[in-house]
T-cell receptor, first 111, second 116 residues
Framework: AQTVTQSQPEMSVQEAETVTLSCTYD???????LFWYKQPPSRQMILVIRQEAYKQQNATENRFSVNFQKAAKSFSLKISDSQLGDAAMYFC????????FGAGTRLTVKP | GAVVSQHPSRVICKSGTSVKIECRSLDFQATTMFWYRQFPKQSLMLMAT?????????EQGVEKDKFLINHASLTLSTLTVTSAHPEDSSFYIC????????????FGPGTRLLVL
């Protein structure tokens, strides 16, 4: 089964600080992508970052970066210089298929 | 790019009526669209996968006669909740993609359905 596990229901970070959200996954596939999505209070799901499994280099999008550990099947999201607008639910998407998103991590940003 | 719209954003209906929700990919051709349901403070639950021109594939436990899905074109999929009941009240989200396995999904803004 293509499953993901987010073990942090809630996280909090001070504005301008760095926070890391964890995600582990399970797959037997060799070709897959990993995604982090953000869901702010508006409930619109927004793609944050994407990692291709065959690439060893960690993906980066401005203040967002990932720590991809393929052997450990770990895919954590690092948010640097946290901003108030980063407050949201963050979901890790399954590596293959679309069924089982992670349970989500609620990120609070303190001013 | 990669914008997905969903309409209506919220709808209130009476028990027993049917409600149609539209999902459109505005700037790309979506061979596959997905419909999710999200309960408060929970993750997304996949209801069905639809491919343009073919019947939708429903997840276990989802009544296909209750939740009718049509994917008539590469840019439009519709979800019709038939004979809606209060327990169907929820937040429904669609997403569009160019594939079913590893391709990026782009999500619509969601539809909040309230059945009285």
């Amino acid at each position: 089964a293509q499953t993901v596990t987010q073990s942090q229901p809630e996280m909090s970070v001070q504005e301008a600080e760095t926070v890391t959200l964890s995600c582990t996954y399970d797959t037997s596939e060799s070709d897959y992508y990993l995604f982090w999505y953000k869901q702010p209070p508006s409930r619109q799901m927004i793609l944050v970052i994407r990692q291709e499994a065959y690439k060893q280099q960690n993906a980066t999008e401005n203040r967002f970066s990932v720590n991809f550990q393929k052997a450990a099947k770990s895919f954590s999201l690092k948010i640097s210089d946290s901003q108030l607008g980063d407050a949201a639910m963050y979901f890790c998407a399954p590596p293959v298929g679309r069924k089982r998103f992670g349970a989500g991590t609620r990120l609070t940003v303190k001013p | 790019g990669a914008v997905v719209s969903q309409h209506p954003s919220r709808v209130i209906c009476k028990s027993g009526t049917s409600v149609k929700i539209e999902c459109r990919s505005l700037d790309f051709q979506a061979t596959t669209m997905f419909w999710y349901r999200q309960f408060p403070k929970q993750s997304l639950m996949l209801m069905a996968t639809s491919n343009e021109g073919s019947k939708a594939t429903y997840e276990q436990g989802v009544e296909k006669d209750k939740f009718l899905i049509n994917h008539a074109s590469l840019t439009l999929s519709t979800l019709t909740v038939t004979s809606a009941h209060p327990e169907d009240s929820s937040f429904y989200i669609c997403s569009a993609s160019t594939g079913t396995r590893v391709e990026t999904q782009y999500f619509g803004p969601g539809t909040r359905l309230l059945v009285l």
